[in-house]
């Protein structure tokens, strides 16, 4: 199979599927599931195919394809991979068969859900894949519409409400990165590769590497930096960019929180790491240290936060910002400052390690937990904290599993989550040791909060809350599941190394590229001028 056909028939399968969903008998919800769960296994077959096909010693684009789609605008349909993209395909497409799996406990509209939920997993690949920014955007915009139904349509009591919430900042967030995006194209008007779309030759431009001359102006990468980090950010979320996670995990049904936890928040960060830094550096430079601030505000507001919330499901979602905060954190530690450039290289290179690998343990860990909270409240239909306990009695191997899950999450030596936020602190006190140590806080608030859920939940006195007649055993179904992610949650623990290796080499060459005589020189020169 060419390159062009694997790499298009991985992102526009699930689409294929959709289409032929509208040709089921409305009655067929069974046949719909099966054939749902058919095309997303698939989809994730496809990409372990790419995956064994990929090179993770080769530093650059892997499997590129470009053809020439709107020419008059230069924008084209080009698609590739590299050590940074290729482990975000194959989370996607994993975490999309394990939430269809989990989605039995969708009755209403089934066909619509299904169909939505096949265009959004297509949205989530083109993002991951896609090297036109034009594709890039409209591969993010695509995810917008089958997200809000999914929460407005399937969600809780209040869905309508998180679901204009969550449209509302995520366009917000897309017309600053379209913004954006225009500038770059119409400020390499004056460059040796003229107006281009091209997210690589956007790249080389912003990072001094055309011969010919041209580059993107100080004012631009700034203004462009700020506009595109926002857009990002609020995917994230970043603190204060992050108030619709919150409302639109309550809300949304347990797939799609899995979705949304899993999936969508590593966008934000993968587009830091794609485009703002490698496009603009010299304005990621400039505002590195308030990027790091946020990060570390992201951290302590939201383990606290976490600590507040009563709601159990609330409770996991305020860690997702306090967990994301590690990955800002890791991307966000570049300095040229105190110490050699091999020194201060090796710490950023080593952040960026961290917070690609978090994005990672975090997609493995939080699906998992709101997978088990899901579980409980599909028996009891409630998530109060205060009126749980002693399920771990009821309910022993849902109690185990969903222990072992928290405990990722909570970074337990051995589990996946310890690897991103241990390295992403150590990265950091290169940068600023009092960054380090209140980031490295963060890990005994996280401990505070999932012990105090665990306690309350599945160990303590008996169960208190309301219908205890309706706690049975978990399913074979949900065993498989939660089991999956957990058995994950090990393996990442315990070899870190399996992600670490397919990963080096491309941030190797990122961080190579960022920190060239040339580029430091436009640096320095720009922070001579601003008094940076």
């Keep these: 199979m060419s390159d062009i056909a694997l790499l298009s028939l991985i992102i526009f399968l699930p689409t294929i599927g959709a289409l032929f969903l509208a040709l089921f008998n409305k009655q ?115 995810m917008l519409l089958p997200m809000y139904f999914l929460i407005g349509v399937w969600g809780g009591p209040r869905r309508e409400y998180a679901a204009i919430k969550f449209f509302l900042y995520t366009l917000v967030g897309g017309v600053l990165m379209f913004i954006a995006m225009l500038m770059l194209y119409f400020d390499g008007a004056a460059t040796a590769y003229g107006k281009t779309f091209d997210i690589l030759q956007l790249s080389l431009i912003g990072q001094v590497h055309s011969s010919a001359g041209g580059q993107f102006s100080e004012f631009i990468q700034k203004t462009a930096f700020v506009l595109l980090f926002i857009g990002f950010a609020i995917k994230v979320p970043v603190w204060p960019f992050h108030t619709w996670l919150p ?45 790091v601030v946020l990060g570390v505000i992201s951290i302590i507001y939201g383990a606290f936060a976490a600590l507040a919330q009563t709601d159990f499901k609330r409770m996991v979602a305020y860690s997702s910002v306090s967990h994301m905060g590690y990955v800002l954190l890791g991307i966000a530690v570049w300095t040229l400052g105190e110490g050699t450039v091999e020194q201060n290289t090796t710490y950023w290179n080593m952040g960026l390690n961290a917070a690609m690998f978090q994005m990672l343990a975090h997609g493995i860990s939080s699906p998992g937990m709101f997978f088990m909270v899901g579980v409980i409240y599909d028996r009891v239909h409630h998530r109060d904290l205060n009126q749980f306990g002693g399920l771990m009695g009821l309910m022993p191997l849902y109690g185990g599993l969903a222990v072992g899950i928290f405990f990722a999450g909570m970074g337990l030596p051995g589990l996946c989550g310890f690897w991103g936020e241990a390295i992403g602190v150590v990265s950091t006190w290169n940068y600023s040791p009092l960054y380090s140590i209140i980031a490295a806080s963060g890990v005994i608030l996280t401990a505070a909060y999932i012990l105090w859920a665990v306690q309350r939940v599945y160990l303590g006195p008996e169960y208190k809350g309301p219908h205890p007649e309706a706690i049975t055993p978990i399913t074979e179904r949900e065993v498989f599941i939660g089991a999956t992610l957990l058995v994950f949650c090990i393996i990442l623990g315990v070899y870190p190394n399996w992600i670490f290796s397919q990963m080096h080499a491309s941030i190797n060459h990122l961080v190579n590229s960022l920190t060239t005589p040339e580029l430091i020189k436009q640096i320095f020169a720009a922070k001579e001028i601003t008094g940076l």
Excluded at 65 to 91: E, H, R, T
Excluded at 260 to 288: D, N, T
């Design 28 to 142: 067929s919800d069974g046949a719909m599931r099966t054939f749902g769960h058919a095309v997303t296994l698939v989809t994730f077959a496809l990409s372990l195919l790419l995956w064994s096909k990929f090179d993770s010693s080769i530093p650059g684009i892997q499997m590129a394809v470009k053809v020439p789609w709107i020419s008059a605008f230069n924008i084209n349909y080009q698609l590739g991979v590299d050590g940074i993209s290729m482990p975000l395909v194959v989370l996607t497409t994993f975490i999309s068969w394990l939430s269809m799996l989990a989605s039995t406990s969708i009755t209403k509209q089934v066909r619509g859900y299904l169909m939505l939920f096949l265009l959004l997993e297509t949205g989530m690949l083109g993002v991951f894949m896609a090297l036109d920014f034009v594709l890039f955007y409209v591969f993010w915009e695509v």
């Design 247 to 291: 409302d639109a995990h309550v809300e949304a049904p347990t797939p799609i929180s899995m979705i949304l936890a899993g999936v969508l928040l590593k966008m934000g960060g993968y587009g830091i790491i794609r485009i703002a830094f490698p496009i603009c550096p010299v304005g990621a430079y400039w505002a590195s240290h308030a990027l």
